[in-house]
């Protein structure tokens, strides 16, 4: 990843968002880097947002519209994942992959769709954000961080590795059946 026009990338990402009312976090790698390193991971090859789909879901179209503008030549697809709602859009050019993703509210918890399994996380890591500085700006991250990082990376999140997770770590307790649940009608 060119952590140069990343950088570039997610300050325009922010902005947009921004101006579309539109809350967003760093997740994924994004998040950890922002956290442990203060700095992308060096061998991260996708920056990741997360967005609530309340909020998300029905200002689609508009960011999908901005974003093909401010972007031209940029792959932008949005993603129906599992639930035939838009609740994904990805972006890619010149080796950059992005991640805007939606997290469900379903009872207490935010649902991460996903074709493969589904992440569940509390719905209170994204009730009340903290801010970190990263790269010269404020970003928001799921809170308390470090409960955010364990569920995904395992206790050992700080301690940089090569490859996603540590064998002995499977993060069992994010995943879940996201068809046993329901989806409130204003999100179908």
């Not at 990343?6 to 956290?35: E, R, S």
């Not at 994204?126 to 206790?155: A, C, M, W």
């Not at 059946?177 to 329901?182: G, P, S």
């Amino acid at each position: 990843m060119d952590e140069k026009l990343a950088k570039q990338v997610l300050f325009i990402v922010a902005d947009i968002l921004k101006d579309l009312d539109i809350q967003f976090f760093l997740g994924g790698g994004t998040c950890l880097g922002a956290y442990r390193e203060g700095d992308f991971i060096e061998r991260d090859d996708d920056v990741d947002l997360l967005t609530k789909a309340e909020e998300f879901v029905p200002k689609f179209p508009l960011l999908m519209k901005t974003l093909g503008e401010t972007f031209r030549g940029w792959k932008i697809k949005g993603g129906h994942i599992p639930l035939r709602r838009t609740n994904r859009m990805s972006m890619f050019r010149h080796g950059q992959h992005w991640d805007i993703t939606s997290l469900f509210l379903i009872d207490n918890e935010r649902w991460l769709p996903h074709v493969l399994r589904h992440r569940i996380y509390p719905a209170y890591f994204f009730d009340n954000p903290e801010q970190i500085d990263f790269l010269g700006r404020k970003f928001n991250i799921p809170t308390p961080v470090t409960e955010y990082l364990e569920l995904n990376y395992g206790s050992d999140y700080m301690i940089p590795r090569l490859g996603r997770f540590p064998p002995e770590f499977v993060p069992k307790k994010l995943f879940g059946n996201f068809d046993k649940r329901e989806v409130s009608e204003e999100l179908r």
